[in-house]
């Protein structure tokens, strides 16, 4: 069974500019969550969709966003970059929810801001 | 706050000792998971105990869940150099279905 892959693998923007971070889980899991990881403030939840929907959410401003696709696939979304976002950005899926149940994480996206 | 707060935050020990590590929460769970992350890597799941169980065994792993005390510990024995990793305890929370990690402990085998 293939593993959660993430794409791109490694990205450098701008401050300003926006950046599209795509997840494919797990064939079968329905819960795709993200994660940001930072030297400083280690890992943090950003937020979890599960069939489409989201359903939970952290702390983080609006211009981080995301969506689920009707094959379970994500996509997150930050707008206006700012230099503080730089980040490995890890996506994982399950097969029932984060807090049910182990996760599987893929290798991440290492996005530098510029 | 929901988080794992994990202790040490660095460990270095010689290739064949244990090594544990611990980690304290605050708020009711419905699982505590360990995770390990090798260096800018994803995180690869090792076990999870549920509020209701009190030890779990994998291979080398021990983990002992303490609800009474709000504390957890992850027992690495005979360590390898290829334990050389980050290891993360994550709350997985009955009330807002999140599952939040903690900081890490830094675990580093001298071969």
């Known amino acids: 069974k293939a593993g959660v892959t993430q794409t791109p693998r490694y990205l450098i923007k701008t401050r300003g500019q926006q950046v599209t971070l795509s997840c494919s889980p797990i064939?079968?899991?329905?819960?795709v969550s993200w994660y940001q990881q930072t030297p400083g403030q280690g890992l943090q939840f950003l937020f979890e969709y599960f069939s489409e929907t989201q359903r939970n959410k952290g702390n983080f401003p609006g211009r981080f966003s995301g969506r689920q696709f009707s094959n379970s696939r994500s996509e997150m979304n930050v707008s206006t970059l700012e230099l503080g976002d730089s980040a490995l950005y890890l996506c994982?899926?399950?097969?029932?929810?984060?807090?049910?149940?182990?996760?599987?994480f893929g290798e991440g996206s290492r996005l530098t801001v510029l | 706050s929901q988080q794992g707060e994990e202790d040490p935050q660095a460990l270095s020990i010689q290739e064949g000792e244990n090594a544990t590590m611990n980690c304290s929460y605050k708020t009711s769970i419905n699982n505590l998971q360990w995770y390990r992350q090798n260096s800018g890597r994803g995180l690869v799941h090792l076990i999870l105990i549920r509020s209701n169980e009190r030890e779990k065994h994998s291979g080398r792993l021990r983990v002992t869940l303490d609800t009474s005390k709000k504390s957890s510990s992850l027992l690495i024995t005979a360590s390898r150099a290829a334990d050389t990793a980050s290891y993360f305890c994550a709350i997985g929370s009955g009330n807002t279905g999140k599952l939040i990690f903690g900081q890490g402990t830094t675990l580093q085998v001298k071969p």
């Open positions: 994982a899926s399950s097969l029932r929810g984060m807090g049910t149940g182990e996760l599987f």
């Open positions: 064939s079968g899991h329905r819960s």
